[in-house]
DNA sequence: AGCACGCCGACT
DNA sequence: GTCGGCGTGCTC
């Protein structure tokens, strides 16, 4: 097999000593290598192995029968065979099509599914201590008796919590081990408490209800993908709960992915209320042994409901029968580094290849997947009513040219007055900026300097709280200079536009009895600080929330009835072909947080565009007309998803050997019908952690094989091993 | 991804 | 004279 392409057989054939086999290494290796079975081994495909590989031991996997151009003189022998259940057939497939699309090696994709290298090892077996059958004659005494009944009312357990529940020092349960009474017994880790699906759900309204027997009927089906559209409080959630309640029934593993695992504490809730037990989580919050458990319990298929990050797809779930994919428009399911994919996209292609349904649930689905519903690739559930009966909330549009706010100052008096009023009737109010910090840029009055990241293109944000300077795009922070670090001049450094910060201190000046919370990725830097904002909002601790688009997803908040948008346009510009919808999505996500329950709510949306598109169809709650128009737009220009890209960041550390690369690439680019190749630009990060990048765009028709014609332009053209080139299929990121 | 090999600059 | 920089190539 050797460097050609790897094929895993379908069929779970096993291997003796002496046979042949492939097996993939979770590196960027082109293929397979082959190895021999050991004497006295026996393997079969999915099995996780040992192998030498060079001077160094790794873990692979047994992909299939050997039979590359590599002598067979020089092939070694398989090092181990790991104690962990085989990777199933579907995952398999699902690494070598994730490769093949996102031109990566199958090894890379493989490392993502084997993401804990410990899980693979013999699960720590908990020491026990139980009864020993016919129990020996001993000297009883009243702390051995207490021992001992324990034991006969309850389960083994281990020596310290023997001792602590019968109140006597270790030594007596030393002792009666000793005295053959009590036997040391090793158990597996004990199971997750498993989901319910029997349990009382909430009661469902009609339309509810028949979305539910839909999903239910396609549970048993086979591949399908059903798109479940449906305003913020529509009942999405308790829908496709029913989906994986049958799942379950089926004896079948079921898989949720979630945007920000971080703030799941109140979908984790509301699925705990639903089954009885918590859902087994993934995300990258988890600490290592928490990591292992749970992926070696998905393996097992002891997990039954995973919830997860976009990184929970590569799960060996080995009985998966159904993913749900929430939020789906979300853009963090893109990942734009390492194995570029979209997390959404290869759920579809995974419910596929292990023929399950797929559930994509959104209240403002992406323009992909709405024209996917209009041309029958997918099946439209659309979910009418809201759940709480409230419409949706006014929206006020503020035009900040003539509504201005004062100099130096960024809520404008409408906005104000509207945060005055809701306070005024002990309501709660959140307002939203995309933007982390106090300011983003820091101005020198004197000669004009802006400080500026030495490592990219870009300015450092102010963040005042901390007092330094921070890039948000490689990390690099210094302390906030007293003076210019140009010219020198003392108090000359001013900081220029809106962040989060600057917007509480605004408040804090305007309304100083108001009690604030600041949420961003800096202070919500986990479940727990995430819980307890919610909890003290839930307890009105706190009567105003400002944040970024962290507080944009599914939070509901009864008393929260005023949502104010201090700068609707900030996603707007940048050249990003999905900014328009992008925009769209999290105002109207944020604007959906006002009003639930009995209070009913209001939006308020500061713009200096109040004509464009996207602010008129937010103004007037018109999201089909929006769409339209924006697929409109999309599919005179052969944009996706009515054409096809992929975009090659050519990256290294010395610029003149970058353009000469970028310029060979742009030299070698296929001649194609219906391919077109843009650029070397410099990418829009021209400087990015010290690398120098530059960006090649290929745009085709929507029948082009995007990724194999990449793949053949890459083969086809050398270049240096100090050129990185990043592949990005279906791109989202321009930056 | 690692790890070795190899060929050019400043040092115990 | 060597220690060590990281460019290039290989791992079944």
Redesign the pocket.
């Known amino acids: ?3 050609s392409q790897v094929s895993a057989g379908p069929q779970r054939g096993t291997y003796g000593p002496g046979a042949r086999i ?1 097996v993939l290494v979770p ?10 079975v050991a004497d006295g081994m026996e393997v079969g495909v999915g099995d996780f192995v040992e ?6 031991q ?1 873990v692979g996997v047994v992909w299939g029968p ?1 039979g ?3 002598d067979a003189g ?4 398989l090092s181990a065979r790991l104690p962990a259940p085989p990777l199933p057939e579907a995952s398999r497939a699902f690494v070598e099509w994730v490769a093949a699309y996102t031109v990566h090696a199958p090894g ?1 994709v493989l ?1 993502m599914v084997m993401s804990v290298p410990s899980a693979l090892m013999a699960p720590r077996l908990a020491r026990v201590l139980a009864l020993e059958a016919p129990a020996p004659e001993i000297r009883w005494t009243a702390a051995r008796r207490r021992v001992v009944d324990l034991l006969i009312d309850g389960p083994p357990r281990p020596a310290n919590e023997l001792a602590q529940e019968a109140a006597v020092g270790p030594s007596v349960v030393a002792g009666l081990v000793h005295a053959g009474v009590l036997r040391a017994v090793e158990l597996p880790p004990p199971s997750p408490d498993q989901p319910d699906p029997e349990r009382f759900g909430v009661r469902l309204s009609p339309s509810q209800a028949e979305a539910a027997e839909i999903l239910r009927t396609a549970v048993r089906g086979g591949f399908a993908v059903y798109v479940l559209d449906g305003v913020a409080g529509s009942g999405k959630t308790e829908v496709y709960f029913e989906a994986i309640a049958e799942t379950l029934r089926l004896g079948r593993q079921a898989l949720v992915l979630l945007p920000e695992i971080a703030l799941g504490a109140q979908w984790l809730r509301r699925f705990s209320d639903r089954f009885g037990a918590a859902p087994a989580e993934w995300h990258s919050d988890l600490g290592v042994g928490e990591r292992r458990r749970t992926w070696r319990a998905v393996a097992e298929g002891r997990a039954r409901v995973v919830v997860g990050a976009r990184s929970a797809l590569f799960l060996p779930c080995p009985e998966l029968g159904l993913i749900v994919v929430d939020e789906e428009h979300d853009p963090s399911f893109k990942q734009d580094d390492g194995v570029a994919y979209h997390a959404r996209d290869m759920a579809v292609v995974r419910a596929r290849l292990g023929q399950l349904p797929a559930i994509l649930a959104s209240a403002t689905p992406s323009l992909e997947t709405v024209v996917n519903a209009q041309t029958g690739r997918y099946r439209l559930l659309h979910l009418p009513d809201r759940h709480t009966r409230t419409p949706p909330p006014p929206v006020t549009v503020v035009d900040l040219r003539s509504d201005r706010p004062p100099t130096g100052r960024y809520l404008s008096p409408t906005l104000r007055a509207g945060l005055a009023e809701a306070f005024a009737k002990g309501s709660q109010a959140l307002l939203f900026l995309n933007r982390r910090g106090y300011a983003p840029l820091t101005l020198c009055r004197a000669c004009g300097f802006r400080v500026c990241c030495p490592n990219c293109t870009a300015w450092l944000v102010e963040h005042r709280m901390i007092g330094r300077l921070q890039c948000h795009h490689c990390g690099h922070s210094l302390k906030t200079p007293d003076r210019c670090p140009s010219c020198g001049q003392d108090d000359g450094l001013v900081g220029c536009g809106p962040g989060i910060e600057r917007i509480a201190e605004e408040v804090a000046e305007q309304f100083p009895d108001a009690r604030y919370a600041i949420a961003t990725s800096d202070t919500l830097t986990g479940p727990a600080a995430a819980k307890l904002l919610v909890q003290r909002m839930e307890e009105h601790q706190i009567d105003l929330i400002i944040g970024t688009q962290i507080v944009a997803k599914g939070y509901h908040f009864p008393l929260l009835t005023l949502v104010g948008i201090v700068d609707a346009d900030l996603g707007l510009s940048g050249g990003d072909l999905r900014a328009a919808e992008r925009t769209f999505q999290l105002l109207s996500q944020v604007a959906g947080r006002a009003g639930r329950a009995d209070r009913p709510g209001r939006a308020i949306v500061q713009t200096h565009l109040p004509e464009h598109p996207v602010i008129a169809a937010l103004a007037t709650g018109n999201r089909e007309a929006f769409l339209a128009a924006e697929a409109a737009a999309r599919q005179e220009a052969w944009l996706p998803p009515f054409g096809r890209m992929a975009a090659l960041i050519v990256a290294g ?1 010395d610029e003149a050997a970058v353009d000469k690369a970028a310029r060979a690439l742009a030299g070698g680019a296929p001649r194609i019908e219906g391919v077109r190749v843009w650029g070397p630009a410099p990418a829009p990060l021209a400087l990015l952690r010290g690398r120098h990048r530059r960006r090649l765009l290929l745009t085709a028709g929507r029948a082009v094989a995007v990724s194999a014609v990449v793949r053949r332009w890459l083969r086809s053209t050398p270049l ?3 050129i990185h080139v990043q592949i990005d299929i279906d791109p989202y990121n321009f930056l």
């Open positions: 097999m050797g460097e492939a590196l960027p290796l082109a293929g397979t290598y082959d190895y021999r192998v030498p590989l060079g001077r160094r790794i050997g590359g151009d590599v020089r092939l070694r022998d890379s490392r550390a240096p091993r100090s």
